[in-house]
């Protein structure tokens, strides 16, 4: 299976790894791996969450060093212990973070760690200059006095491709650059690899959208429980098989259409009528946002992370009173003024599955049991006059792990020990397992293997069907695509447009969710 | 007006000796700061280095053998914290408390088996001491009404180390905002892991700081025993260390607005010397000890209403785990 791409000499290779393996503890993330990454291509890498693809990026760039195996860059054994032998071989990260200070400007950011003269200002004159010249040569250009941490990410992520530019990087790694940007600002991103391409720079792209790997890599590596699995011609390979190769087995390709029992006169699970919610300073989080979701219904709501999705759950789940506006949730009416606590809203059957389930859905250090109880401490089931009976909540957990495929299904582990796929499929079961009436969903997969995504798609759609009126938000749009009856596009506190989910595609939402789109198009395309 | 001047002159003298040992103190604050590293320790720094300083003058009667020392101690002290903060990444706010109690204890326990004085080292005298050094043209133009009064009342007059630590302000500044190291030291303070990936040293960078952090507040220290007065006295500062990290912080962790916020602490304390004593119209003699308090309490409300946000270094106070 692991015949790596044919025809190419040695020196033509821009990287080869012969024999990577990397041990943590007795877990091995990296086993023999290798790889051979030709010069002036984009080379994708793919794998699931956890596959060993951070690892084996971190020993490319110095944070890690590998037990076993060799290196070479452009045909050349390199020892790489640091960033800064990265660095000197010539190999250029753009992390899933950045690494960018954000109180510096975009030219502080670039010579930081590259400044050739004591003094800031000759450094910073001559960044100026060859900044000039690589905004022309690969239309990079960027506002070098801008504080870094006062751009849009997009630009944000420029700043690291210059960064690696300025520092004569030829071979560029990139590690889910898209994950953060708008499908306009990743197209863009594509141009500026295409073009680094055309002028010889190596491009190493890591992702788990499979349909960026088809859009622009030339090759691609399929990486799978810490081993290199398949290497492929772009070309010559698909979605499908891609996706399987990286899952294992083989997918099928679910059909998540609306059951048609849906009647148009089906009753209203949330009603939101101009829900306006203000920081302090007075600059508002939520600018008159009003919708409507059905019973039977998924409603989507797209958009950049940032725009206002996570306020509105924080409203409607009773974490925070808006400043002004009203809801009906679940026949409750809601206010500024009487907003029911998160424990009232999970008496009137409205269950949450909080966006970040680290900081709300559940208690690293509480033992899986546990965390499968939050909310639900006090009923009669198991909490005996203030003591917990520990056997029905452990029992409970067993059984909430069985029908959600919970790995490994160990009620007694702590919380922080499961995968971020498991964590969320015991918060998942454990808010469904209470069959409510109105369900909030945020990010459900992030952060979620394709295994477990699947798994997670179904429970939801089995949910609609049950006649549950559920409010999903997601930046991822795929996800959004393909589950929800109605989308809403939220752009800075306010919903700019709203779609029927058969009829959306991602273009249109992409300039929504950029607020670039005229309304009255909406539904045109 | 001729009959008020001089005593507003003479309080903005002593502003300037009081004030000398907070800005040599926070600039040293502000190099750890800047790096990340909180320094509650200055307190415990510039104790033992007026220990070491007020010990080394009074056996070889040599000031400049006393200042080196003094630094010496106090590097050796910032050395101590970064080992704990940097290298074992241990609790910066508790690692800097230990150096303030071991500093508290070691100076009475080996001033008294030293020098057998109840902690205090013996008199200071001649060259022993940073004596006053009069500037150029003072005494000609001081017969200038007021500006001329003005340099040669306030300006000049004072110890080497009070014109050391206006310097140290100015190329503190310099160093932070205008060279490549202070560029690296605002940026390990902020987002190290960016200095990381930049294949720069993290541990290195902060270790540089907190030697200069030493230095200076060496210097201090010194001034304390050997300038500011004539022998090491237990537990003599009293709190400085203390009051010149609140003046980093009142000034934002920016070189010129600590200055000032020190100055501004200085004034407070030169005005309450010369007050004690004085008849106010209206309410009579103001007890000693309220306007000894008068600094501290101005402290306390600035820092609590008039400062605003003061935005830290980022990641100031939190230990560099290279980890992904």
């Known amino acids: ?525 | 007006m001729s009959e008020w001047l001089p005593s507003v002159f003479a309080v903005l003298d002593a502003t300037l000796r009081v004030s000398t040992p907070l800005i040599l103190a926070a600039m040293a604050g502000l190099f750890s700061e800047r790096s990340g590293i909180v320094d509650i320790s200055l307190e415990g720094k510039m104790l033992a280095a007026a220990f070491a300083a007020g010990s080394v003058a009074a056996v070889s009667g040599s000031v400049w053998l006393a200042l080196l020392s003094a630094v010496l101690v106090s590097v050796a002290l910032a050395l101590l914290h970064g080992f704990a903060c940097i290298t074992h990444r241990g609790n910066q706010v508790v690692s800097g408390l230990a150096i303030n109690i071991l500093a508290s204890g070691l100076t009475v326990v080996l001033g008294i088996a030293w020098f057998k004085r109840g902690g205090q080292t013996p008199a200071l005298s001649g060259d022993a001491r940073f004596s006053p050094i009069e500037l150029p043209f003072a005494e000609q133009i001081s017969d200038v009404p007021v500006v001329g009064r003005f340099y040669a009342d306030v300006i000049s007059g004072h110890n080497l180390l009070v014109y050391v630590a206006f310097a140290a302000v100015v190329a503190t500044w310099w160093f932070v905002y205008r060279t490549r190291f202070g560029l690296r030291l605002r940026a390990v303070g902020e987002n190290p892991l960016a200095v990381d990936t930049a294949g720069l040293s993290v541990s290195g960078l902060r270790y540089s700081a907190v030697a200069i952090c030493g230095l200076l507040a060496g210097i201090a220290g010194a001034y304390l025993s050997t300038a500011q007065n004539a022998s090491f006295v237990r537990e003599m500062t009293a709190g400085q260390g203390y009051i010149a990290l609140a003046a980093l912080i009142f000034g934002k962790w920016r070189p010129l607005a600590a200055l000032l916020a020190c100055l501004m602490f200085g004034f407070l304390d030169a005005v309450s010397i010369r007050l004690q004593g004085v008849e106010l119209p209206g309410i009579g003699e103001v007890p000693v000890q309220a306007i000894q308090a008068l600094p501290y309490v101005l402290t306390v409300i600035l820092l609590a209403g008039f400062i605003g946000k003061a935005v830290a270094p980022k990641a100031v106070g939190v230990p560099f785990v290279k980890e992904r």
């Not at chain 1, 950049?304 to 789940?317: C, E, I, M, P």
Request: hydrophobic fraction near 40%.
């Open chain 1, 1 to 525: 299976m692991s015949t790596s791409v044919s025809g190419t000499g040695a020196g033509d290779l821009a990287l080869e790894l012969k024999g990577i393996t990397k041990r943590f503890g007795a877990v091995v993330a990296n086993r023999d791996i290798s790889l051979s990454v030709r010069r002036g291509a984009i080379h994708g890498i793919v794998g699931e969450n956890g596959a060993g693809k951070s690892t084996l990026m971190s020993i490319l760039y110095g944070f890690y060093q590998a037990d076993e195996g060799d290196i070479s860059v452009g045909g050349k054994p390199a020892r790489i212990n640091s960033s800064r032998d990265a660095i000197a071989a010539g190999i250029g990260m753009v992390h899933q973070h950045f690494m960018l200070v954000d109180t510096f400007t975009v030219l502080e950011n670039i010579v930081l760690g590259a400044e050739s003269h004591a003094l800031l200002e000759p450094n910073i004159r001559a960044a100026r200059a060859e900044l000039a010249r690589l905004a022309d040569e690969y239309g990079l250009s960027i506002d070098v006095d801008a504080l870094a941490g006062d751009l849009p990410v997009g630009e944000q992520q420029r700043v690291e491709i210059l960064k690696a530019l300025y520092r004569h990087a030829d071979l560029l790694i990139l590690d889910e650059p898209t994950g953060v940007l708008t499908p306009q600002e990743a197209d863009q991103l594509f141009r500026v690899l295409r073009s680094l391409k055309e002028r010889g720079v190596t491009v190493i792209l890591i992702t788990h959208k499979l349909r960026e790997i088809m859009d622009i890599t030339d090759e691609v590596s399929v990486l799978r429980l810490g081993e290199m699995v398949a290497h492929r011609k772009t070309d010559s390979t698909s979605m499908q098989e891609l996706a399987e190769l990286m899952v294992g087995r083989a997918l099928d390709s679910t059909d998540y259409s609306r059951n048609e029992a849906l009647r148009a006169d089906a009753s209203t699970g949330i009603d939101v009528q101009d829900l306006v919610l203000e920081r302090d300073n007075g600059t508002r989080r939520l600018d008159g946002v009003s919708l409507t979701v059905r019973r039977g219904e998924i409603l989507g709501v797209a958009g950049v992370a940032g725009n206002g999705q996570s306020a509105l759950l924080d409203v409607l789940s009773g974490m925070t009173a808006p400043t002004s506006g009203r809801f009906v949730i679940n026949g409750r009416e809601a206010g500024p003024d009487d907003l029911p606590s998160p424990s009232e809203m999970r008496d009137l059957r409205i269950n949450h599955v909080p966006e970040d389930r680290l900081k709300l859905g559940l208690v690293k250090a509480f033992s899986a049991a546990e965390s499968s109880l939050l909310g639900y401490q006090r009923a009669e089931r198991f909490n005996w006059r203030g003591v917990l009976r520990l056997k029905s909540i452990r029992r409970l957990c067993a059984s909430l792990m069985a029908d959600f495929d919970v790995r490994p299904a160990d009620p007694r582990l702590r919380s922080a020990s499961f995968s971020g796929g498991n964590q969320q499929k015991l918060i998942l079961a454990r808010e469904l397992d209470k069959s409510p009436d109105v369900l909030l969903v945020g990010q459900p997969t992030r952060g979620v293997d394709i295994g477990a995504i699947e798994l997670i798609h179904e429970k939801l759609v089995e949910m609609r069907d049950a006649g549950c009126a559920i409010l999903l938000v997601s930046v991822e749009l795929d996800e959004i695509l393909s589950l929800s009856d109605r989308i809403v596009v939220m752009y800075e506190g306010r919903v700019v447009g709203e779609v029927d989910g058969k009829e959306a595609d991602k273009t249109t939402l992409g300039l929504m969710m950029a607020n670039a789109h005229q309304p009255q198009q909406a539904v045109a395309s």
